[in-house]
């Protein structure tokens, strides 16, 4: 199971865009509201999560947790325990962790990034504390992925479903949303 946190302020694009993605690979996806299921993100498109962070008691089964930047989205994940509890277990038990945007901030202010390469929106690269940065677009370090923004967000979900699925899985999935 990835659980995809979806916080009033969010991307719209960069939280359903991966869920999309990864739903068509296979890959069992429920997105979590923080705060309740009724999420409005920073363009005003409302979203119904599919749980609420209250209902998240038990990460035991999770494959990996994926955060949507956007503003001020990525402050209230910031300040969410069960986001950062999420976070956390994932990286104590090497399960996937992606964050795009201003989200991997999240990443970096956890200590997660320390050594990792990663990328993030560019007026957040100051916020990767001891990251190793990389002209690319969507990275992947070990457990981690991280994207620049919203204009990459296909890319970026396809790189979750590489890391869950495998690279066969992520190019026919490309193949048939018709990406470059």
């Known amino acids: 199971m990835i659980y995809v946190f979806l916080a009033n302020g969010l991307e719209e694009i960069e939280a359903l865009t991966p869920v999309d993605v990864l739903r068509r690979g296979g890959v069992e996806v429920k997105t979590v509201g923080v705060g309740g299921t ?3 993100g920073s363009h005003g498109i409302k979203i119904t999560a599919d749980i609420a962070d209250s209902d998240l008691k038990d990460m035991s089964g999770a494959d990996g947790v994926v955060l949507p930047g956007g503003m ?3 402050l209230n994940l910031e300040k969410n325990k ?4 999420a976070v956390k277990y994932c990286a104590e038990n090497n399960k996937l962790i992606g964050a795009i945007c201003a989200a991997p901030s999240v990443l970096g202010h956890l200590g997660l990034l320390e050594g990792k390469k990663a990328v993030c929106y560019p007026s957040f690269e100051s916020e990767l ?6 002209d690319d677009y969507v990275c992947t370090d070990g457990n981690i992925v991280t994207a620049k923004g919203m204009g990459v967000s296909v890319e970026f979900g396809l790189a979750l479903l590489a890391q ?5 899985t992520a190019n026919k999935v490309k193949a048939s949303i018709q990406c470059r």
Do not use: F, H, N, Q
Request: negative net charge; aromatic residues 4%.
């Open 82 to 85: 069960t986001v950062i509890d």
């Open 129 to 134: 504390k001891g990251y190793i940065p990389t």
């Open 164 to 168: 869950l699925m495998g690279e066969d």
């Open 72 to 74: 001020p989205g990525t």
């Open 38 to 40: 009724a999420v409005t």
